[in-house]
Every structure is written in C-alpha cells, then in structure tokens.
C-alpha cells in the first residue's frame, strides 16, 4: 500500500500538460515519471466536438491508479472549438453540448478545474462577448447543479475578436453569472505579456499580480499557466516560448516560483515539447531549483 501524501508534502504544484495517449490513466504514468506533481490533460480530443463516454473501467483506472496520489493537483483543458461568445449559431449549440460533456467527464476523474478559453465576440463588440458568455455559464450551471468541477476561466492574449485579455473582461463575467462561486480563474503568463501586461521584470510581476488581485481577486485565482513568450509585450499574439528563450525572462518566474500568495497554486507548463517531455523535465528543474 502506497501512503497517501498531503497537499503541502507535495508543494510546489508543478507540472506540465501531458498527452493522454493510451487512455487517461496513461497520463498518470507519463506525468509522474517526468516529475510533476501536478498535470494538465485534455478529457477528449481537443480538436474535435465530441468523444465516446468514459468506459467503467477508464474511470477506475484513473481514480484508482496506485499513482495518483503522487498528484497533488489535476487541471483539464476546455478543447479549442468551444466558444461561449456567440449564440444563435450551429456552432453556439455544439459549444454548450461540448462543455457540459467535458464537465461531466471531469467530474467522473474527480477533475475540480476545467479551463477554458472565455471565447470570441466574432465582431459582436466586447460587451455583448461577455454578456453572451455570462449567459451561456448560467445556462450550463442551470443544466448541472451540484457538480463540484469549476470552470476557470483562462486570461487571453486577446487575438482578435478574443474576450479575456484584461483582467476586467473576466471580473465583468463573473459579475453577471447567478452563482460567481462555480467559477474560478487561470493566469497564463505569456497570454498576460502579449495582451500588455509587463511581466518582464520581478516588478512588473508583482505589480500584475497586484492589478489581479484588485480587479478580480487573487483567491479566485487556480491555475497558473507558466510559458514565457516569443511574441512582444502588448502584441496581442498567442506564442508560447520555453523558459528564459522568450521576452519574460527567467527572473519572473523566480518571482512567480518564490511568492508565498502564490505557493499553493498548480503551476502548468505549456511550453514546446518533444514527444519524451524532456523540455518539460528540464523546465521544472529549473522553476525548483529557484527555491534552493
């Protein structure tokens, strides 16, 4: 029998998204063997809108794997198709479908966050994004009450019509849902750098996460998605870099990796990666190794 460990037994939450090539449980395996103990999977493919249920013996597998435990955390991802801007469209029906089914996954895994991109406005205007967003969320919590799973909504590098780039976007949509508590939030670096906050300096990191902390509230913070980036501060492009390779820089994330208001929040790689993670076994060397 292997001991169950405790929450701060395991600190710092630190991993990477992980493929779940060979089944879910398979992520387990994979994510524990290059040294997380926290992960980031995706519960269908990302790219497609629906997937066969979860068989009996997946989620067995998953729950009871002599493994899991060594995670303190697991974080899902929303897929890319889903976009809860917009209403009154094929897609606007496929997206609702697509999520209450990955919520209801996430809840059979005993996965507590699911992130998700807020969505686009697809020209609509920003107000009427967040109003249809907020609506959509009411919509989907309505259909499933009780369900311990929460959607976090993840901060965005504001790519075209792309809702989330300021921290007011997601504290407005949180505001106009009936139940703000089934919501929570993640932060990605490299998003926050190209939708203009100066994230390259351990002054303009305390002083982001300070602005967070104001307009939305750090508690609701869950996830921290930490990838540095190869596209320019305010440039509003989505590119993920590996650590100390981008425009953040590595001090930063020594800042990020030594904040105690930020000590017990899963901190996610989602930098590139070859097939072996070695990027990502590399990469939590490094954030540990700021700590020593």
Not at 77 to 98: D, M, P, Q, W
Not at 156 to 166: L, S
Not at 261 to 282: F, M, N, R, S
């Amino acid at each position: 029998m292997h001991s169950k460990k405790t929450a701060a037994s395991l600190l710092p939450l630190l991993g990477s998204h992980v493929p779940t090539v060979g089944g879910v449980s398979a992520a387990i395996d994979r994510g524990v063997g290059i040294g997380c103990t926290a992960m980031q999977i995706f519960v269908k493919n990302n790219m497609q809108w629906f997937a066969k249920p979860l068989s009996e013996e997946e989620v067995e597998a998953f729950n009871g794997h002599p493994l899991r435990d060594r995670l303190g955390a697991v974080v899902a991802h929303a897929g890319y198709l889903i976009n809860l801007g917009v209403e009154g469209t094929e897609n606007h029906a496929k997206s609702l479908r697509s999520l209450a089914d990955e919520m209801l996954r996430c809840e059979q895994l005993g996965i507590r966050s699911l992130v998700l991109h807020p969505g686009s406005h697809l020209g609509a205007g920003m107000d009427a994004g967040i109003a249809c967003v907020a609506r959509n969320l009411d919509l989907l919590h309505a259909e499933h009450p009780g369900l311990k799973v929460r959607i976090t909504l993840e901060t965005t590098a504001g790519q075209g019509a792309c809702i989330g780039a300021r921290f007011e976007e997601i504290a407005e949509i949180i505001g106009r849902v009936a139940d703000p508590e089934r919501l929570e939030v993640c932060l990605d670096t490299a998003h926050a750098f190209a939708a203009g906050y100066d994230l390259s300096l351990p002054r303009g990191a305390e002083k982001t996460f300070a602005e967070f902390d104001a307009v939305i509230g750090i508690s609701r913070l869950s996830v921290l998605h930490i990838n540095d980036s190869k596209s320019a501060l305010g440039s509003r492009v989505d590119r993920h870099d590996n650590l100390g390779k981008g425009k953040i820089g590595l001090e930063t994330f020594r800042w990020i990796m030594r904040s105690k208001a930020l000590a017990h929040i899963p901190k996610i790689l989602e930098t590139p990666k070859g097939k072996d993670l070695a990027e990502d076994v590399e990469a939590m060397a490094l954030l540990r190794s700021f700590l020593e």
